[in-house]
């Protein structure tokens, strides 16, 4: 039974407005669950012009972080799975379900590259409910072939087999040749599978490669075509792997040497690795060692430059299997040291579980053993026995109780406890909230007083003498000799009241008061864009709003700060400023393509005053600050601020 304040926590849950949901969404399988019951029972209106540029807006957005999602998905599960959170909470805003879908299912499969198949069911699932809304055959089709990859994954044969049956049929239907060459190659993989899934004889593996092949050759057709070369070229690995378990390393080689061209010649690392996996199994199979050994080092080496980690124990295994044939023990015992270690990380919450099943199996036993002890000797006492007994069950039940409310006292206090830590950060939250907002509207108020004091002051007084020279250079005799100064002197009063206006400009931009947040940065970017490199891009998505002059400025300088950070030190080729205008949120991203520099995790380990003027900004108005960096990678900075 869960305690009373686990069941309030989730009634509240429940009770949530769609628009929290949208957002949860993206992180949970079954928040996802809630909030497409909501969309899929909400009742058809008809949409503004206004609502549908809207959405326009969102659909190019949610498309953007589906494609940055994408491309992380092999490279950094993290930054993969930010941008998928921003798909899928921005497409649960808009209501499409036609994004929801795509988002969801992308989010199973980054389910899929943490093996959670039971998440990524769960998402599949829920694209395949939305796709039957939408009466959508094709979309079906591919999320069947989700699902049986999956259940592929999950070694379980049956239901896998059904719904790649269920995908093939409505890909014949439509006539989608590549949808049917993918699911044929899926389903030919199933069955060169098969003896992981179920207890096979020799005979009947046999049958399944043959099976195999079969299907192999007709996607092979299809793809080819097609004019498909990478499908071609995946079915060439999955044809070398089949050889290989049939012990014909020989076909095996020429498929894979053929594959392996065309993913060397597109640079795809990951399926080069892959293919030089398989290489390095033919070439131990037909006892060429060093081959072995210089195909499996290879594909270690690509995988590792690569962040490629999923499946690389069974490249060890492999490794050390090839290295233990030509009797390097050192090098075979390093190997499968790397393949113990981690597999026993990818299988420890399993034996974890096993261990306790065991476990809670032999203190089953033992309390039985003990019960049956007890009974007998119960059957030998006398009443006195039967007293003592009594008098012992009350003792228990006075230290139960007793216990009980001392527990219930202690979890009591450690509760107020941690409401009163809690209001105690609330206010120091606050505090430097406060105190964060306070030193920026002084330091903007004393910028600009500056610049009035400038421009009013110092530029009326040059702007006076400037006057008073030429007057005096149009009504005074001035020797040849001296014109050349005078002209000079003019010249540098001109140049100091241009140097002025910009001072004051940067002090307190009049473009941003009068014009916005857009024509102030674009004003800015062009005055800062050197004649070379770095090229400076300015991007806005949404509509034109005028926000709160607060908001606004905050804005302008955080991403004035960043450009001037970027050009200062990133020695960048690109600079891109893209900002996302929404009526309750703005969003701003400042990426280069320079070296980037190590963070640390938090704003205030990382070195220089920027960043730490930069995040008082962002907390000064209740925002979220993300900043991702590498070595050699460049640096994308994102702040997002919630208008209340």
Known sequence: ??????????????????????????????????????????????????????????????????????????????????????????????????????????????????????????CYLQCLRIEDKRNDMLREADIYKALGMTYYYMEIFSRSLDYNNKALEIYTAHKDTLGIASVLEQLGSLNSSHEFCETRTVEEKKKDFQIAISYFEKSANLYSLYGNEKGTAEINIDFASVYNKMRRPDLALGYIQKALVYFRKIKDPESTADALYVMGKAYRRLKDYDKSIESFKESEEISNANGLSQGIQF???????????????????????????????????????????????????????????????????????????????????????????????????????????????????????????????????????????????????????????????????ISNENVSAFNHALSLLDTSISELRRIAHNLMPETLNHYGLKTALEDFCTQVAPEGNPEISVRFFGDEIRYTKELELTMYRIIQELVNNALKHATATTISVQVFSEPRRMVAQVIDNGRGFETSGKINDNKGKGLENIYNRVTAMNGEIDIWSQIGQGTEVSIEIEIP
């Not at 809630?34 to 957005?61: F, H, M, P, W, Y």
């Not at 949610?62 to 940055?68: G, K």
């Not at 007083?449 to 005799?477: V, W």
Request: glycine letters at 4%.
């Open 1 to 122: 039974m869960k305690p009373p304040a686990l069941r309030i926590f989730f009634f509240m849950i429940q009770i949530f407005t769609l628009s929290f949901v949208s957002q949860s969404a993206a992180q949970s399988p079954d928040s996802l669950d809630i909030a497409i019951d909501k969309l899929l029972n909400r009742k058809i209106r008809v949409v503004s012009s206004g609502e549908q540029a809207t959405v326009q807006s969102d659909s190019i957005a949610i498309l953007h972080y589906l494609s940055e999602g994408a491309k992380y998905n092999s490279l950094n599960y993290d930054t993969s799975l930010f941008y998928i959170r921003k798909a899928l909470g921005l497409s649960m805003h808009s209501g499409s379900l036609k994004l929801i879908s795509l988002s969801a299912q992308d989010l199973g499969e980054y389910f899929i590259k943490q093996e959670r198949f039971k998440d990524a069911l769960a």
């Open 315 to 477: 490249l060890y295994e492999a490794m050390a299997t090839s290295f233990n044939d030509v009797m390097d023990y050192k090098q075979a015992y390093e190997y499968y040291i790397k393949y113990m270690t981690i597999r026993d990380s990818v299988y420890n919450k399993e034996k974890s579980r096993q261990f306790i099943e065991l476990e809670t199996k032999y203190q089953s036993e033992l309390r039985q053993n003990q019960i049956l002890k007890l009974t007998s000797q119960k059957r030998e006492r006398n009443n006195l026995i039967y007293m003592l007994t009594g008098v012992i069950f009350l003792l228990g039940s006075f230290i139960y109780y007793y216990m009980r409310l001392i527990r219930k006292n202690k979890i009591i206090a450690e509760q107020k406890i941690q409401i009163s830590e809690n209001k105690i950060l609330e206010l120091e939250k606050e505090r430097s909230y406060l105190a964060a907002r306070s030193v920026l509207e002084g330091e903007e108020a004393e910028r600009s007083r500056l610049a009035g004091d400038l421009h009013n002051g110092l530029g009326g007084l040059l702007s006076g003498i400037k006057i008073n020279l030429s007057s005096m250079k149009e009504n005074s005799i």
